[in-house]
């Protein structure tokens, strides 16, 4: 009843607080209707101060951007002057490595070189007109306009003066103010107009101006390359012709000063260039044989590492994994029996009768504890055993292996000494020579130098190529085998994860059966004691009545028989109940126990499944763990691989360099010959290029004068009409101004109030959103009655089924706070 109570109070201050908001609804519908009212006003206020932003903004950002374009300009133009030297230089420094390089290449290259600056010389000059013209063009235009302002001002001094003389004269001339004022409008208008029709006329203009200063621009670029392609063409010709002298010059000396002598010379070098190509060959492969000593001791520790990495990767696992493997550690220990007993202990159930449900799993938690700290010292223990056993194993290893390639090495060695003689005959041979004359030494001794470095050049870049290839191939290969290891060690960690569950999952069916026997147990004693007691009553109940009725039998009348057959009818119903009553608690405790056993088969199945799943699992990351195994062993040998190709990189980055040295070294020998065929080359070139120049450029400049000229005198007589035009268009804006000016004022003070309203209506708004506030916190607090008193009446549920008014409450309370219907007023 006192529940009943509080709902019914619960309910009278919901529809109270349904009545007030109705009545601030309204209110709100009032203030909505005023707010609605003015609302135009404020829409155009608002698209007025965007449309001002954002012309503000676009304005900003294109000055902004202007600037940024300019300064990327300069520094893009910065920029490529600089590519364009540092590619000057690289292709000078290049060129000698070129296949056929003849010993006139580089005064071909100074030549084309010398042509390059100046074509680059005479771009840069007509660019730097071309700039001089736009900061002429930009200056006009910056005059331009200041006269255009300082004109403009006057023109409004000479209005402003005019206008006050019409005042103060306006007392004596009544009758023909109106005709002058007319006039002199027209004539401000027609002011106007002419100043309007100069500044198009400046700004097309200017718009020309910049079109044929970037029309000249194209045409010299157009220019630009067409010399370049004459240049390119000139110092072909050129080139090939030095060539032709050269080869002539080459063959007069090589018949002049060379012979038999020189012939003997050739196959002298020959024999030691072959001589030598012997010792890089023997060199190779002593480097070899040591670098493959380096990778087997490498490959060996590699491996001990891996295998150490396994292991601890075995013992993390273990560590792991204690509760899969702790069954088996246990038989192979000879521990099992141990476990037999603990598990038949803790199974008992005369222990589990004293106590709760909650004694019970602390106690079995306490024992998986235990359990689990046994095998993790069990595992630690095997886990250093394993340790030690290995160190010894590697140990014995590692001191039993031999040395394979002694023999290699004394055949290497005994070949050295050789060699050696063979190079001391022939610097005995070369000593008994006679000299040739210096110049032919020298060119011969370059010549050669010149091939065998080419040659050696040649063959380190395309080993360099091969090694790096092939070092892109096994960083592929690297790559990919990281990638499999991490699919790899993701699934296994996975597959151990789902191992621990399903071992997790197992412990608590074993504890659960326990407790199921325990409780089935219990319940067996319980309905026994029950049997048991019912069978006591029985018997009590039927010696009790046996006497009664011998008392009646001895004491009563024959007449007293109807009241004794009473008797046996009430011991034969109450025999006829208990037997009743016996029988529905068996069927109970039958159907308890079934229940029960069907709940024990399907959770058996359920963990025949997941041990067979366990299994699959075992099997999945036995051959996952060999995989990895494999490709661990892939990438230790690649990355001994791409140690030794990066030691032959080295090798061949010195001999590169040793390369260039030299070089370097003939190609200042080769300058220090052909200084003077340059220099008087070049001074022809400057000279003519120097006239060509000079022509072109005085050309241009009596075209572009004559041209400056002409515009500028039609400029002077557009300046002249506009002036006159904008002088009569002034004067009638003045006429304008004052209508907008006073149309101006009216618009603020319709503003003002405007504002004044919207403050109003803002103010209003913020009350009424406290209002809604307060009672949104009003019906927080009901709805979290509403549930209190629907948690309170769900508990006396079975109670008030008798009152059904109550129930149906009860349903309407349950689908208003599941928000299923809609709530009403």
Not at 124 to 144: I, Q, W
Request: glycine share 4%; net charge negative; aromatic share 6%.
């Amino acid at each position: 009843m006192e529940s009943l109570k509080v709902m019914d109070a619960a309910i009278g201050s919901s529809t109270d607080g349904y009545v007030q908001l109705s009545s601030n609804a309204k209110d709100n519908e009032n203030l909505g209707d005023l707010l609605v009212e003015d609302w135009d006003s404020y829409w155009q206020d608002i698209t007025d101060r965007l449309t001002i932003s954002r012309m503000v903004t676009d304005s900003v950002i294109k000055g902004m951007v202007n600037a940024v374009s300019q300064e990327a300009a300069e520094k893009i133009a910065q920029k490529e002057l600089e590519v364009a030297g540092m590619k000057e230089m690289l292709h000078f420094y290049h060129v000698a490595t070129d296949d056929n390089v003849p010993l006139g290449s580089l005064a071909l290259q100074h030549e084309s070189k010398g042509t390059k600056v100046k074509m680059h010389c005479r771009f840069s000059e007509a660019v730097v007109e071309h700039d001089r013209m736009k900061e002429t063009l930009s200056g006009l235009k910056n005059t331009t306009e200041e006269q255009f302002k300082k004109l403009k001002k006057e023109v409004n001094q000479i209005r402003g003066s005019s206008s006050i003389k019409k005042i103060c004269s306006s007392s004596e001339l009544l009758g023909l103010g109106g005709i002058l004022h007319e006039k002199e409008s027209e004539k401000g208008h027609e002011v106007d107009r002419t100043f309007a029709s100069l500044k198009t006329s400046l700004d097309t203009v200017y718009k020309q101006v910049e079109e044929m200063v970037h029309s000249s621009k194209a045409s010299l670029c157009k220019w630009q390359s067409e010399q370049e392609f004459q240049a390119e063409i000139e110092s072909m010709v050129i080139g090939n012709c030095i060539r032709s002298l050269e080869q002539e010059f080459e063959e007069k000396l090589w018949d002049k000063f060379c012979g038999e002598k020189s012939i003997n010379l050739l196959g002298m070098m020959n024999e030691i260039s072959s001589l030598r190509q012997e010792l890089d060959a023997i060199s190779k492969s002593l480097i070899i044989s040591d670098v493959g000593q380096l990778s087997s001791h490498a490959s060996f520790d590699g491996e001990e590492w891996s295998n150490s990495k396994k292991s601890d990767h075995f013992h993390c696992k273990l560590l792991s994994n204690h509760a899969t493997t702790s069954s088996s550690i246990r038989e192979e220990n000879g521990k099992h029996e141990e476990s037999q007993t603990n598990v038949l202990e803790n199974s008992d159930p005369h222990r589990f009768k004293d106590m709760s449900k909650e004694q019970v799993s602390s106690y079995y938690y306490n024992e998986m504890s235990k359990m689990k700290r046994n095998h993790e010292s069990k595992v630690q223990e095997m886990t250093e055993e394993y340790f030690s056993l290995k160190r010894e194993f590697l140990k014995e290893r590692w001191s039993s292996l031999p040395s394979k390639k002694d023999k290699e090495f004394d055949i290497l060695r005994k070949r050295i000494p050789e060699v050696i003689l063979k190079l001391d005959g022939i610097l005995t041979g070369n000593e008994k020579i006679p000299l040739f004359d210096n110049n032919a030494d020298s060119l011969c001794s370059l010549k050669n130098r010149l091939e065998m470095l080419l040659v050696e050049n040649r063959q380190l870049k395309d080993f360099l190529t091969d090694k790096k290839k092939e070092i892109k191939g096994l960083e592929s290969q690297l790559s990919d085998a990281k990638l499999k290891i991490s699919t790899y060690s993701s699934s296994e960690a996975k597959l151990l994860n789902r191992i621990e569950n399903l071992e997790d999952v197992q412990i608590e069916a074993s504890i659960g059966e326990d407790v199921f026997n325990c409780i089935v147990r219990e319940m067996m004693g319980q309905i026994k004691c029950g049997a048991e007691d019912s069978n006591l009553e029985y018997s009590v109940m039927k010696d009790i009545f046996e006497s009664t009725f011998k008392e009646a039998a001895h004491n009563a009348k024959p007449a007293s028989q109807c009241q004794v057959e009473d008797a046996d009818m009430q011991s034969v119903i109450m025999q006829g109940l208990f037997e009743f009553i016996y029988r529905e608690a068996w069927k109970d405790a039958e159907e308890k126990l079934n229940y029960l056993n069907m709940k024990y088969m399907v959770k058996e199945e359920k963990l025949k499944l997941e041990v067979i799943e366990k299994q699959r699992l075992r099997q999945e990351i036995r051959s996952l763990t060999r995989e990895k195994e494999k490709l661990a062993q892939a990438s230790a040998t690649a990355l001994e691989e791409i140690e030794q190709y990066k030691m032959d990189i080295g090798k061949l980055n010195q001999k590169l360099k040793q390369a260039m040295n030299e070089l370097r070294e003939v190609d200042e020998e080769k300058r220090t010959l052909l200084a003077d065929l340059q220099k008087k080359q070049n001074v022809i070139l400057l000279c003519d290029a120097n006239e060509r120049e000079i022509r072109k450029q005085v050309e241009s400049v009596i075209v572009i004068v004559n041209g400056l000229v002409k515009a500028a005198a039609d400029f002077e007589c557009r300046v002249t009409d506009n002036i006159f035009k904008n002088c009569l268009r002034l004067k009638k804006l003045d006429t304008q101004s004052c209508f907008l000016i006073q149309k101006a004022n009216i618009l603020r003070r319709t503003g003002l109030l405007y504002k004044q309203r919207l403050d109003r209506k803002c103010s209003d708004l913020q009350k009424a959103e406290a209002e809604v506030d307060l009672l949104g916190d009003k019906v927080d607090a009901l709805s979290s009655l509403l549930e209190k008193i629907y948690i309170a009446l769900d508990h006396y549920s079975p109670i008030l089924q008798h009152y059904p008014g109550i129930v149906e409450i009860l349903k309407l309370v349950k689908r208003e706070l599941s928000g299923e219907s809609t709530r009403s007023v």
